[in-house]
Structures are given as C-alpha cells and as structure tokens.
C-alpha cells in the first residue's frame, strides 16, 4: 500500500494541502492534516460545501467538525460507515478507503492545478468552471438580453456587457461628525437636533443615483487625508514645541486670527488712502496730466492745449476740495461736479481730437518713410551698376593703349580654347563607347529580368502571408512551449513514472492471478455442491427403496421389524452427523470472520484511540468547569 500511499500525498499536495516532504504514508499524518485534506477534496468536488481546515482549541467544535465532513462525505456519495471518530480517531485502512473515494470524485481539471499555494487550485478550479459554464451556453448578442443578465440552464445569472456600467463622478457631501466619538470634544444639542431633522440623506444631495458611492468614496478620502495631515503636522511642529494638542490649536487659531486681522487693516488702510485721493473727479483727472504731456511734448496738439489751459497748483487745489465741502450745500455741489464733468468731457473731446490729427501724421510720416526707402533702394542698385559698367569701360580703355599685343593675346587664347575643346571631345568619345555598350547590355539584361522580377513581385504578397501565418504559428508554439516547461519545472522530478508504471502492471497481473485462483476456487465448489447433491439424492432414494422393501416384510417376520427399526435410527444418526457437519463448518467459518474482525481491530490501535478519547472527555470536562466558572460569575 505504499504506492497507494505516496498517490495520495502526492495528490494531497497538488491541491493546495501543506504536507512535509517528510510525509510519505497516511500513517504518519495527524489530525489536522487529514482534517484539511478532506475539507478541501470537498471543496474541489462541491463548491457549496465550505469546510475549515484547521481545527481549533475546544472539543465540541471539533467534535462538530468532524460530524460535518461525516455528513459531507457521505452527501457526495461515500456509502462506509463515517463519523467524527473517522476522522477525529482514525485508522490508517479507514483512511485510505476514505481519501481514495475522495479523490476519484475529483474532477479531472483539478488535477491540472500544479500550483501549491493554498488558494491556486480552488482560484482555477473555480475560473474553469465558470468558463465552462459560460462556453456551454449559446451566445446572445446585446439587444437580446433584458439589461445585459444572462441566465444559465442551472437558474444562476450574471451581468454581461458594460450595461448599468456609470462614470466615477462625486459630488460634495455633507455628513455628521463627532457623533462617534467616545473622546473629545462631541456635537452640541442644536448641531444634533440639526442632524436629525434638518440635514437631508446623502442620498438626496447627489442630483443623480450612480453618484452616491463615489461621492461617499471621495468624503472618505478626504477625511483620512485631512487626519493624515494633521497628524504630520502634530509630529512635524506640534511636538518639537513640548505642548499640548488643545495649546497647540489654540495657538493656531490665535495666529490664523492675528493674520487675518492684519489683513483686513492694510485693506481698510488702503481704501482709505484711496478715497482720500478721490475727494473729485477733477483731481483724478489732473493725475494724468504730466502723462499726457511728456506723451504729447513738441507737438502742435501740445502747443494748442498750453494755450487754452493752464497748469493749476496741486496744493491749491487739494485745499480748495478739502475745504469746498465744508461751506457748500448737496445741491452746490452736485451742480459742481456737473460743471467739473461738463469741463472734463469737453477738454476729454479735445485731447480726443488731438490724439486723432497726431495719428495722422504719424500715418502720413510712415508712407512718406517707405517710400523714400524705396527710392534709397532704387538709387543703390543704380550705384551698383554704374560701377560695374565703370569697370569694364576702365578695362577697356587700358587695352586699348596696347591693340595688336592685345588682339594677339585674344586670338592665342581662343586657339588654346579650341584645341582644348577638340582634345576633349576626343576623349569623350574614347569613354563614351564601352559606356553606350555597358548600357546597351544592361538594357538586354534588364528587358530579360523585367518577367522574372514580374513574377516575384506576384509571389511577395503570398511568400509575406505565409511568413506572417509561420510567424503567428511560431508564437503559439512558443507560449505553448514556455507553458509546458512551466509545468515541468512544477511537476515533482523525484517521482518515476516507470516505476509506478511497472508497479500497476504488476498489481494488475496479481489481480488476474487472484481472479483466476477465485474462479477455480469457485468452480471446485460448485463441482463438490453437485457431487454433495448427487449422492444426497443418491441417498434419499437408497434409503426410500430400503424402506419399502423392508416395510413390505415387516409383518412376516419379527427380525424384519428389527431390522426395519435399524434402518429408521441409522438414517437418522447420519442425518444428525450431516447436520453437525454442517454447523462444525459454519462455525470455523465464524471463527475465521471473527479472527478477521480481530486482527482489523488490532490493526485499528485502539488503545491508542482510546488515551485520546479519555484525553478529549478530560479536555471538554476542563471546557465545562471554565463555563460554568463563567456562568456562575455573570449571575
């Protein structure tokens, strides 16, 4: 049963189950181990069964553990006798029996999870059955499904598609706070009365429906992150000044309050400095004088405006507007500033009018301006070509001091000219003969290659679909290769597939052996039943034919009834030693089931169940004292 053993473990171990690799029988595995071995072929067999896998401290939980994977087991279809004691107390033979049934109700795809973390096998067992199930389905287009929910064959459904699918868009939220503090500082009568009755839902404070989680989400956030701000800033600034967390606001606020107030005063300061310098529109309009004058200074407009205007004392008139108003009614001064604001329009038209005649002589300066660039132009490219003509004609002049030298001059360099160009023209045609006949052949070859080159370019687009095709089927044969050397490097190496292969074929032809020797086994009973039947029946009609021949002379003489008393209580001793034949043989065959029965139940260490029955008994009567210690101390 080693081999047994060693599939198991192995198979245990594939599924997610944390086995020493010490650990190669059932023998050698505890309580907890089998505990979580059985939970999670459970697991793997039926999702709906949710087991634990570990056992805990007190006794009458495991007692109900073990009672549920008793009735787990036998839900799936395990027909043994199977309780907590099982499980709890086990054997090594109930054990096998027991993990041998489980794990051929595995499924088949289970046994591909090679990944040993406690959760890689039931992950991909659940992903393979929901692709499955998905894939056993025939595929609905969008329309067709009310709000994208697809329903299966088993009365389950899902969401499909990206319908009810909404954007992250939050809103700002009101919530009450302070109501769950046990410390600090907690909200007054009136902000509760206010968060009961007054503050609407969150609900109600999002225009739409969708924009409740995230408006929730981001208030959350933003609460976490204002605490994590205050509590760098304690840690940062708060501590190193050695006060309190309430000093520490308070000084805080007190800063917040000394910066606003200062603020506020050097606002009101300059308002103040500004109404002060608005006291009338004339002395706005005065502040602008000395720009307006270096704007417009040695122009007709500013000699215009120095003699209709003149300047006026600053001094004289701020003292008049400050002490104006002190003599003068609301109805004066109204009827002032309309004067002033008559005055100001009128001399505002005016600067106006000014500002329009300087725009067009600036207008008319610029044409005037280009078109005496033009002119520069037109005068330095009249310039340049005077200079040149200037040149020549100089030339000219110098050559004609000197006319035969000259001429003769000339007429050698146009010999020398010429020869050089019938020299060169000699050459030319030296290098232009291989060149004509180089190109003639390199056209004969080209018209030649011109097919060839035809029907290669027909065959590129089919050579590139095909390399694209090996290429694709290149990629696939190479993740396929990575996955399957993924899953041999997984794969246990010290494990001999040859040895277990040899080691079924050998139980297989001992199992023919025994089958054989059963059947001959069988058939040598069943030709001993028939020669017992023959001659029992042999016997019976021996016995009916005696009987009658001595019952037929039993009136004739006194021996004959002797005899035929004989004959009576012979056939009944041989019927009693049949008999006792019979019963010596069902009794050693009740001894040989009952020698069984003992050695099943030697080999089931019972002592050793027993010390840990009577340790648990003495584990839950400890459990109960501490209960009813409890119980009596609540009352």
Known sequence: MDEVDNIIVMTLKQIGCNIDDSINS?????????????????????????????????????????????????????????????????????????????????????????????????????????????????????????????VFDDGSFAWEGNHGVNPHSAVYVAAPSGLGQLQGKRPDKDQRHYYQHQMPFITAQTRQRHQVAPSLLEHAAME???????????????????????????????????????????????????????????????????????????????HAKNLQFTKVDASASAAASIEAPVTET????????????????????????????????????????????????????????????????????????????????????????????????????????????QHRSLKRSRSELSGDSKSMLEEIPILRQRIKEMMLDGREKEALHSQLMDEFEKLNKSISRGAYTRRILEIINSIKKQNNEIRKILSDTREIQKEINYLEGELERAFSVTDEVVFTDFKKHEINRSVYKLLASLHETFSGLLDAIRETANVVRENRDLEDQIEKEEKKNTAQSLQRIESDCNAMRQENRVLMTRYKISE
């Open 224 to 302: 976490v992150t204002a605490a994590a701000e205050w509590e760098h800033e304690w840690n940062t600034m708060g501590l190193p000044m050695r006060i309190s967390e309430q000093e520490y606001r308070q000084r805080k606020q007190q800063r917040l309050h000394r910066r606003l107030t200062d603020n506020i005063r050097c606002s009101v300061q300059e308002k103040g400095k500004s109404t002060l310098l608005k006291g009338s529109l004339e002395d706005l309009m005065s502040s602008f004088a000395p720009i307006s004058s270096t704007l417009s200074k040695g122009t007709r407009f500013s």
């Open 330 to 437: 609301e109805e004066e001064i109204k009827k002032r500033r309309e004067e002033e604001l008559e005055a100001l329009t009128i001399r505002l038209d005016e600067l106006g009018e000014g500002v329009e005649r300087m725009d067009s002589d600036i207008h008319r300066f610029n044409s005037n301006m280009g078109k005496i660039q033009e002119q520069t132009k037109v005068l330095q490219d009249a310039n340049s070509t005077g200079k040149d003509e200037y040149k020549i004609k100089k030339r000219a002049l110098e050559l004609l001091s000197n006319v035969d030298e000259n001429l003769a001059q000339l007429q050698g360099l146009v010999d020398a000219a010429s020869q050089r160009l019938v020299a060169l023209a000699e050459q030319w045609e030296r290098h232009r003969q291989p060149l004509v006949q």
């Open 26 to 150: 059932l023998a050698k595995f505890s309580t907890d181990l089998v505990v979580e071995g059985c939970a999670r072929c459970l697991k793997l067999i039926d999702e709906s069964i949710d087991l634990p896998t570990r056992l805990p401290e007190s006794m009458s939980v495991r007692f109900r553990i073990g009672t549920a994977i008793a009735d787990a087991c036998k839900k799936v279809g395990f027909e043994g006798d199977a309780g907590y004691q099982t499980f709890l107390y086990a054997n090594v033979a109930d054990l096998r029996r027991v993990f041998m049934f489980l794990l051929e109700k595995l499924p088949r795809d289970s046994g591909d999870a090679e990944d040993n973390s406690k959760t890689g096998a039931l992950l991909q067992h659940q992903i393979s059955t929901v692709i499955a199930r998905h894939r056993s389905r025939a595929w609905t287009p969008q329309f067709c499904k009310q709000k994208g929910l697809a």
